[in-house]
């Protein structure tokens, strides 16, 4: 084959390629070649147990996710044989499934065995049962939190009464947050069913998901789940709901009931930091309804559009409204710092003269407010019904310790996902199709139990919610599982079991099974 085909090769094909080649060879040939395969195969055999097998050679790098590429510099540093070097790995189990993390933590065990030192950043309590030593802040998040808590080795966290962690790695603390649905009555609602042909690596399916209930569809990195929800699912239920042509992998789709289907995802909310919590939630434009009807405001004579500060008098001059300010360092990018004279609240010193009283007798001016997080925003705010009830939902979704102010663009996947549900919380949706790929990413197991409580109440208000993922609480929690695989490109793309998890643990064929 030609050097361009060997290219377009997956790794796991390349390296079934590479292995026979020396037989080829005649027999003088074959000590040279077989010292070059076996350079090419010592090369390949972290990356395949790190789980990107299913990568071709001529992928390009910039449309690798964030866990793959972080896995290819992981493995290039095993293959460097460096030491005495510090590696800072920041959430490098995202995206991996179990199997997958056991190569991960082999790789992290050869760094340290070369003489290096290795810094994790990380929530997934199997990476974490490997690890030497733990440091564990909190106890909760943003104001809430900023402390060491609990320090030492495994055995230590877990007996300290001050760890969060501790419980999740003992295996005491109860995962089960949601009750779940009985075998025999998981489709007695319905169910959606799905027909494709070949696409990619996945190969021709059927399958039935149940509505009105918790599905997760689970498989290693590149069995086929991007593929079987996020290319073939959503667009035939969009294409069926608006009686559209379906697309031309998709054979057959039949969802009777559903009218809407949503995927809920880790992109960023907004283009530019105007966007903020209270703006996205719906919570800013109640702020100045009700602050333009104070005695201040109504002496100075502003209205509920002078508190934008997109485009009000009381925005700040000097930053128009940004909070920050821009400063050119010449050959290099700008710099944005906090604006001077505002210091970041976005409005003006007249701004915090305009203030009201709560039914405690406190007095807040909007700025100060906007600089409050959600759980003191709503002990401030309970008196205002409308205010009190979106902060509310947002307290529920795990957001508390979010700023009013906080710019939506730099908010974390996970924080995004959840904010995008606000508005979707407290009703009746027996018609929609919630669709979220791995929400769990960068989720303390505790606020995974109160994500599993947020599908909880879609599907107790008639939601069919689907979830691709591989955290192990989210799928022990599931009504039904769609297990991909086995394994991951051509060793994938059909499903080994669908079922209860009791079911998926009970088939020697799925790889997810093993760790349920």
């Known amino acids: 084959i030609s050097l361009a085909e060997a290219c377009r090769m997956t790794l796991n094909e390349l390296v079934e390629w590479v292995k026979g080649i020396p037989r080829t060879l005649p027999e003088e040939m074959r000590p040279m070649a077989a010292s070059i395969c076996e350079s090419f195969l010592d090369a390949s055999v972290r990356l395949l147990d790190l789980g990107v097998g299913y990568l071709s050679l001529d992928r390009a790098a910039s449309t690798l996710s964030t866990g793959e590429r972080q896995r290819m510099q992981l493995a290039r540093a095993v293959r460097n044989r460096t030491t005495g070097v510090l590696y800072v790995l920041d959430e490098p189990s995202i995206g991996l499934h179990p199997a997958n993390i056991v190569g991960l933590a082999g790789v992290m065990k050869d760094l340290i065995a070369d003489g290096n030192s290795v810094v994790l950043v990380d929530h997934d309590t199997q990476i974490l049962s490997v690890s030497d030593h733990i440091i564990e802040m909190g106890p909760g998040a943003g104001s809430a939190g900023?402390?060491?808590?609990?320090?030492?080795?495994?055995?230590?966290?877990?007996?300290?009464?001050?760890?969060?962690?501790?419980?999740?790695?003992?295996?005491?603390?109860?995962?089960?947050?949601?009750?779940?649905?009985?075998?025999?009555?998981?489709?007695?609602?319905?169910?959606?069913?799905l027909s494709t042909g070949r696409i990619h690596t996945v190969q021709p399916l059927e399958v039935d998901i149940p509505k009105g209930r918790l599905t997760v569809v689970t498989g290693v990195s590149g069995s086929g789940k991007t593929t079987l929800v996020l290319e073939s699912l959503i667009p035939g239920l969009q294409a069926y709901i608006g009686k559209n042509r379906l697309p031309d992998h998709v054979r057959k789709v039949e969802a009777g009931g559903i009218r809407q289907v949503k995927l809920i995802d880790a992109s960023p909310i907004g283009i530019n930091i105007r966007s903020t919590v209270a703006t996205y939630a719906n919570v800013h434009d109640e702020l100045r309804k009700v602050y333009a009807k104070t005695a201040d405001a109504k002496e100075k004579g502003y209205k509920d559009g002078d508190f934008s500060y997109n485009t009000g008098k009381l925005r700040c001059p000097t930053c128009d409204g940004t909070g920050v300010i821009s400063l050119d360092v010449q050959f290099l990018p700008d710099v944005d710092i906090p604006c001077p004279d505002c210091r970041g609240s976005r409005y003006s010193r007249a701004a915090y003269r305009i203030r009201r009283e709560n039914a405690a007798g406190e007095f807040y001016s909007l700025p100060e407010l906007m600089d409050m997080d959600i759980t003191d925003a709503l002990t401030a705010c309970n008196d205002l019904k409308t205010v009190r009830q979106r902060l509310q939902v947002l307290q529920e979704l795990g957001l508390g310790y979010?700023?009013?102010?906080?710019?939506?663009?730099?908010?974390?996947?996970?924080?995004?996902?959840?904010?995008?549900?606000?508005?979707?919380?407290?009703?009746?949706?027996?018609?929609?199709?919630?669709?979220?790929?791995?929400?769990?990413?960068?989720?303390?197991?505790?606020d995974v139990q109160t994500l599993l409580q947020v599908f909880q109440s879609l599907v107790d208000h008639g939601a069919t919610v689907i979830v691709i993922e591989h955290d192990l609480d989210v799928i022990r929690n599931a009504d039904y599982i769609i297990d991909m695989g086995p394994g991951g490109g051509e060793d994938g793309g059909r499903i080994v079991v669908t079922g209860t998890p009791e079911q998926v643990k009970a088939c020697r064929e799925s790889v997810t099974g093993k760790f349920i």
């Open 402 to 446: 979010l700023t009013l102010g906080e710019e939506t663009p730099g908010l974390s996947g996970g924080e995004a996902q959840r904010l995008k549900l606000a508005s979707e919380m407290g009703r009746g949706q027996e018609d929609s199709v919630f669709v979220f790929d791995e929400p769990t990413i960068g989720l303390h197991p505790s």
């Open 146 to 193: 900023g402390r060491v808590i609990a320090e030492g080795s495994i055995p230590e966290i877990m007996k300290n009464p001050a760890s969060r962690i501790g419980p999740f790695l003992s295996g005491k603390a109860d995962v089960r947050a949601r009750k779940q649905a009985e075998a025999g009555k998981i489709f007695e609602k319905g169910r959606i069913h």
